[in-house]
């Protein structure tokens, strides 16, 4: 479905990532780890065209994302929660989550994905009205996820939905990304909690520094030494 | 008390304009975060467009319309001058472009001394401006129609911002410009929307200006739009609302300070005012200090 193949990206004269090629499958969670720095947020923004790659391929549904604008890409149903959640602090829940269906036309169909999202995210629901600015951390992290879902993805990039949240509720969002995937979503995980990601993903690239190292089903590498030692020790 | 009543219109008249010509300046800060000084030149070429359409075509267009024509070209003008000197510097230091809109504001005033001259057109009224009487007292129909309208396309734009999409849209992008491209939200259009809405805004400003001083000269805008600016800076620059305040505010203490100290020591109160602000609450009545959530 999302095809990566032999991705380079330059910010400046840093080559930050160096010729990485991946693959996610349609139905799979696909996930990216490795530590602050090896890039991958870096990939993520370049599959979202909010940054130019400097060479290699990123295809999806056998279309080439470099044709499309960065604003356009939504249109194809690939939806991407930035890092750091990036809610628009000053509008509301719900006009939050109307923002996610921005380009969308489709009133009824609007509607069904917004109960949709309120059905999985009940915290939302009773917040309609609410600041988003003034949500807790974990309630915008959901409602980010919930925005990029109100544009009817047929693939999501998730950017380090666990960060900065408290065990309890990093749990929540693993489980509640996992019903999404079972919902019939695509998921593309990029994590720095390795041990939480590898346990609800299909498949999983360790990446550093640029690099993919090490790839294979999650299962496997959550036996791995290397990465036992490297990004499961905590 | 009849003075103080009588200075209070005064002042909301003033006010009504300084409030208009303040929402383009706070409108282009909350988006692209630029204090655009080319702005007090919008409000005159908004005048001048009214002048030639009011007395340079061989048949009499009604007032309406007018202004209504005034306000489309200068909404043109608006999204040229991003499209042609900002856009290119969106990426650039902040005091790039805002030495560039400088450029700008000094560019377009010697524009229209180039193709209007430097002799000032006297604005002939446009409206009937017999005086009506309220409560006893007389009130210029030009006063009445500058608050009017004034406050009517605040309302217009208060609407378009809090309930059509394109205006929420805009808020969006104001907040964080890379979550909106996200969302499918195409940030150059919505930054043109918005330099023509405030261009268009500013124009209306300045033809209340010209109609109420009955003079309309190239540098005529920049008196006004630092005003305006302040008026923006006072009431919370990014802030809609804010701007009408400070708009409002600046316009009654003007008024004011020449009806009970002395108009020599208008510019000094307001300009004195912007630093008194920016010394003790720079974030302005109804602006934010917001602290970054992680």
Request: charged share 10%.
């Given at each position: 479905m999302l095809k990566v193949d032999n991705l380079h990206v330059h910010y400046g004269v840093i080559h930050a990532i160096k010729g990485v090629s991946f693959e996610v499958n349609e139905g799979e969670i696909v996930t990216l780890i490795g530590s602050n720095g090896a890039g991958k947020t870096t990939i993520l923004k370049a599959i979202s065209q909010l940054l130019e790659k400097s060479d290699g391929d990123i295809t999806f549904l056998d279309k080439s994302l470099s044709d499309y604008k960065a604003h356009d890409?939504?249109?194809?149903?690939v939806s991407h929660v930035p890092e750091g959640r990036h809610v628009f602090p000053d509008l509301t829940v719900l006009e939050n989550l109307e923002m996610g269906a921005y380009y969308r036309k489709d009133k009824t169909k609007i509607r069904e994905d917004l109960y949709k999202v309120f059905y999985r995210f009940p915290r939302l629901k009773e917040r309609v009205?609410?600041?988003?600015?003034?949500?807790?951390g974990g309630e915008q992290q959901m409602l980010a996820i919930g925005r990029a879902l109100m544009s009817h993805p047929k693939i999501l990039l998730l950017d380090e939905p666990s960060m900065g949240l408290a065990p309890i509720l990093v749990k929540e969002i693993f489980d509640i990304i996992k019903e999404i995937n079972a919902a019939g979503t695509t998921i593309l995980l990029v994590e720095q909690n390795a041990n939480q990601a590898l346990h609800i993903s299909d498949k999983a690239y360790v990446l550093e520094t640029g690099n993919i190292t090490l790839s294979g089903p999650s299962k496997e590498l959550l036996n791995d030494e290397k990465v036992k030692a490297a990004y499961l020790s905590a | 008390m009849e003075l103080f009543i009588r200075q209070l219109i005064n002042g909301l008249n003033t006010g009504s304009i300084y409030a208009l010509v303040a929402i383009g300046y706070t409108m282009v800060y909350g988006i692209i975060?630029?204090?655009?000084?080319?702005h007090g030149e919008i409000m005159m070429f908004g005048a001048y467009f009214a002048f030639l359409f009011a007395f340079s075509l061989s048949f009499q267009l009604p007032f309406i319309l007018v202004i209504v024509l005034s306000m489309f070209f200068a909404a043109l003008l608006g999204i040229l001058i991003e499209r042609v000197a900002y856009k290119k510097l969106r990426k650039a230091p902040r005091i790039s472009a805002l030495i560039t809109a400088i450029g700008m504001s000094l560019f377009l005033q010697h524009l229209a001394q180039l193709i209007f001259g430097a002799t000032p057109y006297v604005m002939k009224?446009?409206?009937?401006?017999t005086p009506v009487t309220i409560f006893n007292f007389d009130i210029s129909r030009l006063t009445l129609l500058t608050i009017g309208l004034s406050i009517f396309f605040m309302i217009l734009l208060s609407l378009f911002v809090y309930k059509t999409k394109p205006g929420k849209a805009m808020r969006a992008v104001s907040q964080d410009k890379e979550a909106a491209v996200l969302m499918g939200i195409n940030v150059d259009n919505i930054i043109s929307l918005t330099f023509a809405i405030g261009s268009a805004l500013g124009a209306l400003g300045g033809i209340f200006y010209a109609m109420t001083y009955s003079q309309i000269y190239p540098?005529?805008?920049v008196l006004p739009g630092l005003k305006a600016f302040i008026a923006a800076v006072f009431g919370g620059i990014g802030s809609i609302g804010g701007a009408m305040i400070g708009g409002y505010l600046i316009g009654i203490i003007e008024t004011m300070t020449k009806a009970y100290?002395?108009?020599?020591w208008v510019d000094v109160i307001v300009f004195g005012l912007l630093i008194v602000i920016l010394l003790f609450k720079p974030s302005g009545i109804l602006g934010k200090n917001r602290k970054e959530k992680v």
């Open positions: 890409v939504v249109h194809i149903g009205s609410q600041i988003a600015g003034t949500l807790s | 975060k630029l204090i655009n000084f080319a009224q446009l409206v009937d401006t540098t005529m805008g100290i002395s108009s020599k």
